[in-house]
Every structure is written in C-alpha cells, then in structure tokens.
C-alpha cells in the first residue's frame, strides 16, 4: 500500500476569459493510515479535489496515484470498477438507504463488489460502536449514528483511500468530536489513506494533518 499521491494536479474549469482554476498545482501525498484534514472557504477548491482524488473527475493535468495506480487515463469504465476496490466514500449525513438496516447497507457493499468485506460487516459495525443497532433502518437511528453506519459501510470493500466530505456539518459539538474519532481510529486500525474536508475547526485535534485550501492551492494551516 502506498496511499494516495496527487502531483502538480491542475482543475480548470470553462475557458477564456471564464476560466477558473479549482486546483492550482496541487501537491498532496497522504500515507497509509493517515488522516488528513482540509480547511478552507467555499469555493477554495476542497469538493473538487475529493472528486479528483476519488476518481470522479479527472484532472486536466497532472497525476492522481492510488496505492500504485494512476487514475489519469483510465477509462470511465475502468475507472468505476478501480472506486468500487479502492476508494470509500463517507457523505455529510451519512446516505443510506433508507430501507435497508444498517448491517444491510454494509451486504449491500458486498453484492454490488462481489467480495465478502476481509472484516465481516458486523465486525465492522462493532468496530465504529453499532453493533446493537445492526438491524435499525437509518430513520431509527440518530445523525450520529447514521454517520458511523456510513464509515463502516465505506470501508467493507478494504479501500486504500477513504474520502470525508464535510462528516459533522450536522452534528452537535460532542457528537462531532465522537465522529472524528471514529474515523481516526478507523484510518489508524484499517491503514487507510483519509483525506477529510471539513469546516470544523473544532474537531482538527483529532486529525495527523491539517492543510488548508484557498483559491485552489494547498498549503499547510
Ligand atoms: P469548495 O468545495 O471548496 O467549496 P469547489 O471545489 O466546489 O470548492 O469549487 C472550486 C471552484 O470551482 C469554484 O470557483 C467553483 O465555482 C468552481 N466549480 C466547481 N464545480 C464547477 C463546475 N462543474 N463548473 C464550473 N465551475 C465549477
Ligand atoms: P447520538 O448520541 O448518536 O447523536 P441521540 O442522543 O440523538 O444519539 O439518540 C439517542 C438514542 O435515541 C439512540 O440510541 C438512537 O438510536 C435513538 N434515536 C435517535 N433518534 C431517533 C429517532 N428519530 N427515532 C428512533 N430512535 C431514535
């Protein structure tokens, strides 16, 4: 495992006079097992770089490097099946789906992937603190809940990278906190590259690294 490695990556997007550059000469390697925060204001740049990082958008140059692989070029079909394996996705308030349980929303993972997770998915319920509210449907459980299913779910594939958008933006003070680290112990426990954007600074003592974006460039906070 080598983690995630972004070099000199450049996000136009529009051209002439309409040209805005939502990454400029971005540089940022994450390692196994890291949990990397980005701060920063609206419109910096941070929602572009998870899609990058993820394989969502391709970068119009430079090189996005998950765990030895480069995402440039790939085709999108290629590139689909490479963030199903590789890359897990935790969203602001959790998205499940609505009429699954919890540990359903975990199986749901290993059909579409056609593996069993390495940590079987009630392991893995245990290990963010879910395990008695295994067979809840989301709408019985709490935001904070919700957001720890969410974590759970995005690592039963065993991903190299995992990418936070924005975990507490619906939490109260504790709950954040709690979240955090839960994501930092999965990140440590799991060696999973994390890359968490958020716009709480309330919760960065958790974090291994604290960056900062503004107008597309990275630079340490
Ligand atoms: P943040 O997540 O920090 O708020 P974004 O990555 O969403 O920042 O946006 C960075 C810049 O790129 C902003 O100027 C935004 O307006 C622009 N941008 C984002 N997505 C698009 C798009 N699909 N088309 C054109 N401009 C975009
Ligand atoms: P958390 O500390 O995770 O934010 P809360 O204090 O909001 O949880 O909720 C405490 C308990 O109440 C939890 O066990 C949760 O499952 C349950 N609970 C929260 N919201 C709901 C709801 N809308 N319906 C049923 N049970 C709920």
């Given at each position: 495992?080598?983690g995630?490695n972004l070099?000199?990556?450049m996000?136009?997007?529009?051209?002439?006079?309409?040209?805005?550059s939502?990454l400029?000469?971005?540089?940022?390697?994450?390692?196994?097992?890291?949990?990397v925060?980005?701060v920063?204001?609206?419109?910096a740049?941070k929602?572009?770089?998870?899609a990058?990082?993820?394989g969502?958008?391709?970068?119009?140059?430079g090189?996005?490097?998950v765990?030895g692989?480069?995402?440039?070029?790939?085709s999108?079909?290629?590139?689909?099946?490479f963030?199903?394996?590789?890359?897990?996705?935790?969203f602001?308030s959790?998205n499940?789906?609505?009429?699954?349980?919890?540990?359903?929303?975990?199986?749901l993972?290993?059909?579409i992937?056609?593996?069993?997770a390495?940590?079987?998915?009630?392991?893995?319920l245990?290990?963010?603190?879910?395990?008695?509210?295994?067979?809840?449907?989301?709408g019985r459980?709490?935001?904070g809940?919700r957001?720890?299913?969410?974590?759970a779910?995005?690592?039963?594939?065993?991903?190299?990278?995992?990418?936070?958008?924005e975990?507490t933006?619906?939490?109260d003070?504790?709950r954040?906190h709690?979240?955090?680290?839960?994501l930092?112990d999965?990140?440590?426990?799991?060696?999973?590259?994390?890359?968490?954007?958020t716009?709480?600074?309330?919760?960065l003592?958790?974090?291994?690294?604290?960056?900062?974006m503004?107008?597309?460039?990275?630079?340490?906070?």
């Open positions: 495992r080598t995630l070099t000199d990556v996000l136009t997007y529009g051209d002439g006079d309409d040209q805005v939502a400029d000469h971005v540089d940022l390697a994450v390692a196994p097992g890291e949990l925060a980005i920063g204001p609206s419109g740049g929602s572009s770089l998870l990058v990082a993820g969502l958008t391709q970068p119009t140059s090189a996005v490097v765990d692989t480069d995402l440039v070029g790939l999108s079909r290629d590139l689909a099946t963030r199903r394996e590789h890359v897990g996705f935790v602001q959790g499940l789906v609505p009429a699954l349980t919890a540990l359903d929303q975990l199986r993972v290993e059909k992937t056609g593996r069993r390495a940590t079987p998915p009630l392991e893995l245990r290990s963010v603190g879910m395990e008695q509210h295994a067979h809840r449907r989301p459980l709490s935001g809940e957001q720890r299913v969410g974590i779910r995005a690592l039963v594939a065993s991903p190299s990278v995992l990418l936070v958008d975990p933006a619906a939490l003070r504790r954040s709690e979240i955090v680290e839960v930092a999965q990140t440590h426990t799991f060696s999973v590259a994390t890359v968490m954007v716009h709480d600074h309330d919760v003592e958790h974090c291994d690294r604290v960056l900062e503004v107008d597309g460039q990275l630079r340490p906070l």
